[in-house]
């Protein structure tokens, strides 16, 4: 199967940059998540490596083959949309058989495709209904089995698993995942759901701005942010904001403008700079008063199942995030005065953005 690449892709629509520069090569056999907010370009980029839609400026290589102007359907990569585009006059079987009947497989071989695809996909029982007769998310599950059926070298999906309820969205993110290390195909999945981009990516490619941002596995992504906008955006983050006062091998602290300092691990922002701490919602503590640099009161706990959300407001640093067992939940009450710390490992310091912290973090 191919690796894909994309050199300097530029797409603009009127006045809107879909794509700003994408760099990005997706290795062959790879299945790699493009994780990012709404309108960051993530569809845009996988009509171009399907070639649907026409960079302004730019190359897509499939095996470093320029294929930018080689229509669709010589790609032979195939791209499940949004919109399913199911043929509403045929059955379910009808719909997943289609690419197959095309390529004249023979009986018995699309007999045993059609058994697996539909077992896969949980629509078994519904092989003789047609499209109208589906739900929104059978009607997604249909258009996966038919995108697989196709046998492509280059599966690209958007948004495959949003229109499934949570249970059956676990079981297939799995299921895909195993589906296409045994094919062997190269798989560029388009999501904005973090959760399922770490469970199922060897690679995650964040985008912002019709620019990929940070490109690792899953625990680089997530331990080893690029900014402070891939730290909130992939697992949230807690932020606190003052001067690296001192940084050495052992760890560095930063002081905020009412004298209070935090820890956190080496860091390359040299003192005196103004910078920004981030450490992940997980992976904050309530602790004691008298062993915290920062205290808060607590403005609000929510149940979440296994755990209880809790937000405690520190004047003059805003709200910081925590989650405690359940069995913790009777604790602590909303007005509780509370101590806020964590694991200087845990803590990453970044230079403060130039256009500050709030712009910084935006998604829209």
Known sequence: MPSVTLRGI????????????????????????LLGPTGAGKTTAL?????????????????????TSLEPEKRNAVLLSQTYSLFPTMTVADNVLFGPDIRKVSGGDKEQMLVSLLDLVRLTSRAESYPRELSGGMQQRCALARAIATSPDVLLLDEPLRALDARLRIDLRR???????????????????????????????????????????????FNE??????????????????TVVCS?????????????????????????????????????????????????????????GRAVHVDVDVEGAGRFSSKVP??????????????????????KIFPYPEDGLQNELRVD
């Open 326 to 347: 359940v069995s913790y939940h009777g604790r602590y009450r909303v007005g509780d005065e509370v101590g806020i710390g964590w694991n200087r490992k845990k803590a």
């Open 47 to 67: 009509r171009v490596i399907a070639g649907l839609t026409v960079p302004d400026e730019g190359a897509v290589l499939f095996d470093g083959k320029d294929v």
């Open 175 to 221: 299921e895909l995942k195993s589906l296409a290390r045994t094919l062997g195909l190269t798989v560029v999945h388009v999501t904005h759901d973090q959760d399922e981009a770490l469970m199922m990516a060897d690679r995650i490619a964040v985008m912002r701005a019709g620019r990929i941002v940070q490109v690792g596995t899953p625990e680089e992504v």
């Open 10 to 33: 530029v797409k603009r629509y009127s006045d809107v940059t879909a794509a700003d520069g994408l760099e990005l090569t997706v290795n062959d056999r790879e299945y790699l998540c």
């Open 248 to 304: 050495g091998p052992d760890g560095a602290m930063v002081e905020d403008r009412l004298g209070r300092r935090v820890k956190a691990r080496p860091t390359d922002v040299p003192e005196g700079q103004k910078a920004v701490l981030a450490v992940k919602v997980g992976q904050t503590h309530i602790v004691k008063w008298e062993a915290a640099s920062l205290h808060g009161r607590i403005e609000r706990m929510l149940f979440e």
């Open 225 to 242: 942010p690029a900014s402070p906008f891939v730290a909130n955006f992939v697992g949230q983050s807690n932020f606190f904001t003052g």
